[in-house]
């Protein structure tokens, strides 16, 4: 065990030598970034799922969705933000209930069962027999076949953790959060003052939080850029991160400061920064697709070595060795002292900052477009019929007809809210006052 202030939690004796190491390293101004990732499974391209835009196959998705999920402690179902990922090509498994649902996954990729009258999660690969959970009753596994190499993708689901298939079955995502937490907190102890700075503060999740926050941090500090994806869920995304940091590498060194990214997938990083900066690659992973908080170590060289033999395949081959394999033993990050439900507001405050970026720039766009429908329907007397040949678009002329509808509905909302704030701002004073 190790002793924080008035915190205790054990800490893998390799892990704790190498952030030691780590610790040195950036006393001496070296480039004190760590990359922990891990996704544990993934779906067939194929695989419909349930959008708040309709039914959708994972490889036409955006990289952004309102995804449908089950709320487990309510028993009941929403809409929630969602991050379609890229997995790569891979093996993938078919498994067909008895009810004639048929899913494509690959062995990795956990889904919820029914074992000992509870719900618990499993690997594709342990599931034998049972009951699949589905989103309004349980069906019986029929049977599992090997199917060959697909093209892959997963769903980042941030809170709930899973996402519901369009034939109703529920799978489920993962995360790496307290792992990377325990590490920060241990790189931000100091043992002079017997305190670690790390606290709620240190967790950023956009672009603009990471650089408030290393701008703000004093000298020693640890920051955990917490499933930093999320802030752009692109390729171009992960490139504005990584340059930002590059642009700050030289105040990071000078203040002393570890950082921690958590990411997807290590190959979502471009050459350059993957090779180069991080000193160090955390993979989370699931040795019988049960227990979590187990993971591999790869130091600078087993890391560059990894990058070039994985990549293709987005993988982590066996003959790819780690400097050895530990556990978190955390199960949360109320452990070291993070109030859990703040952590948990701060972060779906964000997820709703970057939607409501994406809606808003989007609804621009939107409204320009119907704004012209208008002018072409009063000015140019365009039939509906005529608009999509007219305007060269593949839209139908009803989709077009009903668009324009709520179109002219939300500004007549908007034109009211106006007014109403006018009515407040300008109110005429009352009779007896103006006598």
Request: some cysteine.
């Amino acid at each position: 065990m190790l002793k924080v202030t008035d915190k205790q939690f054990w800490i893998h004796p390799y892990l704790k030598s190498n952030l030691d190491l780590l610790k040195e390293a950036i006393r001496n101004k070296w480039d004190g970034i760590m990359i922990g990732d891990g996704m544990e499974g993934c779906l067939s391209g194929e695989t419909e799922i349930v959008t708040k835009e309709g039914l959708k196959q994972l490889k036409d998705c955006n990289r952004q969705e309102i995804v449908w999920s089950k709320d487990f402690e309510q028993n009941t179902s929403l809409f929630v933000p969602a991050i379609v990922i890229n997995s790569g090509i891979k093996e993938v498994f078919e498994l067909e209930l008895e009810d004639g649902k048929i899913v494509k996954a690959t062995k990795d990729h956990k889904f919820f069962i029914i074992r000992d009258n509870k719900i618990i999660e499993e690997k594709l690969s342990n599931i034998k027999s049972g009951y699949i959970c589905c989103e309004s009753y349980n069906s019986k596994v029929k049977s599992i076949k090997h199917i060959g190499k697909e093209q892959t993708y997963d769903l980042k689901v941030p809170y709930y953790n899973n996402f519901i298939l369009a034939n109703s079955i529920i799978t489920h995502n993962s995360g790496k959060t307290v792992l990377a937490a325990k590490c920060c907190y241990y790189m931000a102890y100091n043992e002079k003052t017997g305190k670690s700075t790390f606290n709620i503060d240190s967790i950023a999740w956009t672009s603009k939080q990471i650089e408030k926050a290393i701008q703000n941090a004093n000298p020693g500090d640890s920051i955990l850029c917490d499933e930093f994806v999320l802030a752009g869920l692109s390729t171009d995304a992960m490139t504005e991160m990584q340059n930002l940091l590059i642009k700050y590498f030289t105040l990071i060194r000078k203040k002393r400061l570890f950082i921690y990214l958590v990411v997807p997938y290590f190959y979502l990083l471009r050459r350059y920064f993957a090779l180069g900066r991080p000193r160090a690659l955390i993979h989370i992973f699931s040795p019988d697709g049960i227990k979590r908080g187990y993971y591999r170590f790869y130091n600078y060289e087993q890391k560059r070595y990894l990058y070039f033999k994985g990549i293709k395949t987005w993988s982590y081959p066996k003959d790819c060795d780690s400097s050895f394999i530990g556990e978190s033993r955390i199960k949360n990050i109320s452990e070291l002292g993070i109030d859990e439900e703040e952590y948990e507001r701060r972060k779906d405050k964000a997820i709703q900052g970057i939607f409501k970026k994406k809606d808003d720039k989007v609804n621009k766009y939107i409204d320009r477009f119907y704004h012209l429908i208008g002018y072409l329907r009063e000015k140019e007397s365009y039939m509906w019929k005529e608009m999509p040949i007219k305007l060269g678009i593949g839209m139908s002329y009803v989709a077009i007809q009903r668009g324009y509808s709520r179109y002219l509905e939300r500004m007549m909302d908007k034109e009211s809210k106006e007014a109403e704030k006018d009515r407040i701002k300008f109110k005429m004073p009352e009779k007896s006052k103006l006598d």
